[in-house]
């Protein structure tokens, strides 16, 4: 498997995390997105977009970073990164759906404007533009919060679904982020962030 991928990029790690949760053999191919080399017609034969992260795997050409790690999931389920069953999928993905279309948008005003890896490369974000992410998290943690009330991960067990969540909670934590009023969450994100395959990502990533 070829995995594309650019630096201080949530999206990318989060695949990065997966693979290494799986132990899956890749090789890494770095991209500079400054450069545009992401933009290059040989890369946009992968993805048409010309966006980070991409993996191939053989004939396969796959995009989307929660999309690729439902691929390496089902790919390799001894690792038991989704559930068997319907109920299970299902509960996987609402986390999904949860974290692509409401957590990670308010994370990354946030993130932009207080982290300073991100800041450092990116630029930073319209203090406004924070601060409506801000309200949005406000809405959005306490959910996950109650979520994690007598369990350790979203699911039954460890899967996807937390994997999914951690780059961009993470990078908001790097900007000092007060998550004092979640105990349950900031106590699983330490979970999350003290795995092998997270460290390896985040070494990768924003190192």
Same mark, same amino acid.
């Given at each position: 498997?070829?995995?594309?991928?650019?630096?201080?990029?949530?999206?990318?790690?989060? +695949?990065?995390?997966? !693979?290494?949760?799986?132990?899956?053999?890749? #090789? =890494?191919?770095?991209?500079?997105?400054?450069?545009?080399? %992401?933009?290059?017609?040989?890369?946009?034969?992968?993805?048409?977009?010309?966006?980070?992260?991409?993996?191939?795997?053989?004939?396969?050409?796959?995009?989307?970073?929660?999309?690729?790690?439902?691929?390496?999931?089902?790919?390799?389920?001894?690792?038991?990164?989704?559930?068997?069953?319907?109920?299970?999928?299902?509960? +996987?993905?609402?986390? !999904?759906?949860?974290?692509?279309?409401?957590? #990670? =948008?308010?994370?990354?005003?946030?993130?932009?404007?207080? %982290?300073?890896?991100?800041?450092?490369?990116?630029?930073?974000?319209?203090?406004?533009?924070?601060?409506?992410?801000?309200?949005?998290?406000?809405?959005?943690?306490?959910?996950?919060?109650?979520?994690?009330?007598?369990?350790?991960?979203l699911a039954d067990r460890f899967s996807i679904a937390d994997i999914a969540m951690t780059p961009h909670l993470w990078c908001?934590?790097?900007?000092?982020?007060?998550?004092?009023?979640?105990?349950?969450?900031?106590?699983?994100?330490?979970?999350?962030?003290?795995?092998?395959?997270?460290?390896?990502?985040?070494?990768?990533?924003?190192?």
């Open positions: 498997m070829d995995f594309y991928y650019g630096k201080v990029s949530g999206n990318s790690s989060r +695949v990065l995390f997966c !693979l290494e949760e799986i132990g899956a053999p890749y #090789t =890494p191919h770095l991209l500079d997105t400054k450069a545009g080399e %992401n933009q290059t017609d040989a890369y946009k034969s992968v993805n048409p977009m010309g966006k980070i992260p991409s993996l191939t795997d053989g004939g396969v050409k796959l995009w989307e970073s929660n999309a690729i790690n439902w691929y390496l999931a089902e790919k390799f389920p001894a690792k038991k990164l989704i559930p068997d069953t319907p109920e299970g999928r299902a509960e +996987v993905h609402r986390w !999904l759906f949860f974290q692509i279309g409401h957590v #990670t =948008p308010a994370c990354v005003p946030v993130f932009r404007s207080t %982290n300073p890896k991100v800041i450092a490369f990116w630029g930073e974000a319209h203090a406004a533009s924070a601060e409506r992410g801000r309200k949005e998290l406000a809405r959005y943690l306490p959910v996950i919060e109650e979520r994690l009330q007598g369990r350790e991960w908001v934590r790097g900007g000092n982020f007060d998550f004092s009023p979640y105990p349950k969450l900031a106590a699983w994100l330490d979970r999350l962030t003290s795995r092998p395959a997270w460290k390896k990502a985040e070494q990768m990533i924003f190192s």
